[in-house]
């Protein structure tokens, strides 16, 4: 699969030719231990941001806390976008991969 950019003026990561960037991906967060991971370690931590976080949205913009049948919407919407990749995977036999 060749990737071909249209855009000259991509910068950092975008800028970088594939191969180089899926390099750097496939690392992940490899080079930070376990234990230097904040939210690893200190459980509170972890959740006192979820909630900044979630602060830090409108309650009106909240559109899945405020609408139900929206939420329940997306989550049919994506589990059927699962099921239809997996049939097409099996079509093509490329067997059980992740979805």
């Not at 991509?10 to 930070?32: C, D, H, S, T, Y």
């Not at 139900?68 to 991969?97: F, I």
């Amino acid at each position: 699969m060749t990737q071909v950019r249209t855009v000259i003026s991509l910068r950092g990561f975008a800028g970088m030719n594939v191969q180089k960037q899926r390099e750097i991906a496939r690392k992940g967060g490899a080079n930070v231990p376990h234990a230097k991971r904040s939210f690893a370690q200190d459980r509170a931590l972890a959740v006192d941001a979820g909630r900044k976080g979630g602060r830090a949205v409108a309650p009106q913009a909240r559109s899945f806390s405020a609408n139900r049948d929206l939420a329940s919407q997306a989550g049919r919407k994506g589990g059927q976008a699962t099921q239809s990749e997996r049939r097409r995977r099996l079509m093509k036999g490329e067997g059980h991969g992740p979805v």
